[in-house]
């Protein structure tokens, strides 16, 4: 019996693909992929003096998690995150001009353009409520299918048409 081990070549470490990030088919600002892999779906700009009062609406209509008012001075990218779903966020930063704010949305998933124009709805309405000159989107237009009606015929037999009765609440 022959006790030397079998030995194969060993070939370089499969690494598995970089998971190609695609826009959403509804595009409304740059679709390029940022340096955290993400894809900027839009964003809307308000101007307010976010006091806590302002901040308390956008938490609760956003359920958004703030960081402005923690000890530490919060970096001005990361004011606060609202999660829109398992791979998509808002994210409240400041604005280069004082007093303006930006709700961005980014994702790292592929949204469908129905669900990012949902989130450009909810993320427009809630800036409108501290700004009233947020401009909502306008109304997505979208080409649903035609599904063509199927005629009923009559029924066979005796039984079939008594179940058919039954089920369309006929006597």
């Not at 081990?5 to 390029?32: F, G, H, I, N, Q």
């Not at 809307?44 to 923690?70: I, P, Q, W």
């Not at 409520?129 to 035609?146: G, S």
Request: hydrophobic share 40%.
């Amino acid at each position: 019996m022959n006790t030397t081990p079998l030995t194969t070549p060993s070939a370089p470490p499969v690494r598995p693909a970089a998971r190609d990030v695609a826009a959403p088919r509804l595009s409304l600002t740059s679709t390029a992929p940022s340096a955290s892999g993400a894809v900027d779906l839009f964003e809307v700009t308000f101007a307010t003096a976010m006091d806590d009062g302002d901040l308390g609406r956008l938490a609760r209509t956003l359920d958004l998690s703030t960081n402005v008012r923690s000890k530490a001075r919060p970096r001005d990218d990361d004011l606060g995150f609202a999660r829109l779903d398992h791979a998509s966020g808002a994210f409240l930063t400041r604005s280069a001009v004082d007093g303006h704010w930006r709700l961005q949305a980014r994702t790292w998933g592929r949204p469908a353009a129905r669900t990012v124009h949902g989130w450009h709805v909810l993320i427009a309405g809630a800036a409108r409520l501290l700004d009233p000159t947020v401009t909502p989107p306008e109304r997505l237009v979208d080409d649903l299918p035609v599904i063509p009606d199927q005629l009923v015929e009559r029924a066979a037999n005796r039984r079939l048409s008594r179940i058919r009765r039954r089920l369309v609440g006929l006597p």
